[in-house]
């Protein structure tokens, strides 16, 4: 069986909210606001939607929880396009946040060090996480406290920049450790 590496991550999606109009209006008492954003009061639907062709706009159902339901006048075709005009806006606006990996040695250097800790405020910048990996080979296995501390003055060199909080701490597994680190909000 083939692995696949390169999924594709399904986006977030910001559906339209349905809206009932007219005769799809099933409760028998809504509360009217007309199309200067006036309040009506409440009335019987059949009585809402006649007013509402009387004045050549439809009855449209814009808060269908509240009791009773809230519908106000308008131009139906043209409230269903600002709301998903209003969708796509969001669609655009939200960010999927990812997760970039930087990976350590226990033997690393000081400048070596200082690199990624760049690279991880880039990531930061970017609005990323980052997962901190370390993979320990042979003898380094027997090391583990210097591979903690290895990961202790990553995390104080980049606490340095930004607020840090970690989101899965130091987690070892078949000589590979590994933690999750969030910027701060």
Do not use: W
């Amino acid at each position: 069986m083939r692995i696949h590496r390169h999924r594709r991550f399904q986006k977030p999606k910001f559906s339209a909210q349905e809206y009932r109009a007219n005769a799809a209006i099933l409760t028998e008492e809504v509360r009217v606001i007309d199309e200067e954003g006036k309040p009506l009061g409440v009335l019987k639907t059949a009585d809402a939607i006649a007013q509402a062709k009387t004045r050549g706009l439809d009855l449209i159902e814009v808060s269908p929880k509240a009791e009773p339901p809230v519908c106000r006048f308008g131009d139906y075709g043209q409230f269903k396009y600002q709301k998903e005009k209003e969708a796509r806006k969001q669609r655009a606006q939200s960010k999927e946040v990812e997760i970039k990996g930087i990976r350590l040695t226990p033997r690393i250097g000081v400048g070596d060090l200082d690199i990624r800790v760049e690279q991880g405020k880039k990531f930061f910048e970017q609005g990323d996480k980052i997962k901190v990996e370390m993979i320990l080979r042979g003898r380094e296995r027997a090391h583990m406290d210097v591979a903690r501390g290895v990961f202790d003055s990553f995390v104080t060199k980049l606490k340095v920049h930004y607020p840090i909080k970690v989101e899965q701490p130091v987690k070892s597994q078949e000589g590979r450790m590994s933690m999750i680190l969030a910027r701060e909000t």
